[in-house]
């Protein structure tokens, strides 16, 4: 009789307790992700506003709705989590936070830092 290797299923991955390092790694890939979807966006929508005083009125009168505030707040949270998340790769690249518990406090900073900023931006804006 042999043993098959079980495979991990999605009720596994939910009773996971995923360690510090992994979910900033894992938040990481998806502030990336979401820069990469969003960029052309945010590109079409300067080059709209460069075109000429009419349609740069015209886009800032949208930036009061508040599905607009709500995407812009998104897209500058992914900005600034996949900042200080980089910043801590670059410094783990030179050859800091790389043993287990500086590489777990790293990312306690990063997560906290970021939520500390995410938060400050949201009441900023509001």
Request: overall charge positive; hydrophobic content about 60%.
């Amino acid at each position: 009789m042999s043993h098959r290797p079980r495979n991990i299923g999605l009720g596994s991955l939910i009773h996971y307790r995923f360690p510090l390092t992994a979910i900033a790694s894992i938040l990481h890939r998806i502030s990336g992700l979401l820069l990469f979807i969003s960029i052309p966006f945010v590109l079409w929508v300067l080059d709209i506003s460069l075109r000429s005083s009419f349609d740069f009125h015209r886009v800032v009168m949208h930036f009061d709705a508040p599905i607009c505030t709500f995407f812009i707040w998104a897209f500058l949270s992914a900005l600034i989590y996949h900042f200080i998340a980089g910043v801590k790769h670059l410094l783990m690249d030179i050859g800091f936070f790389e043993e287990k518990l500086s590489g777990k406090v790293a990312s306690g900073i990063v997560i906290l830092l970021a939520i500390v900023l995410i938060v400050l931006l949201g009441w900023w804006m509001l």
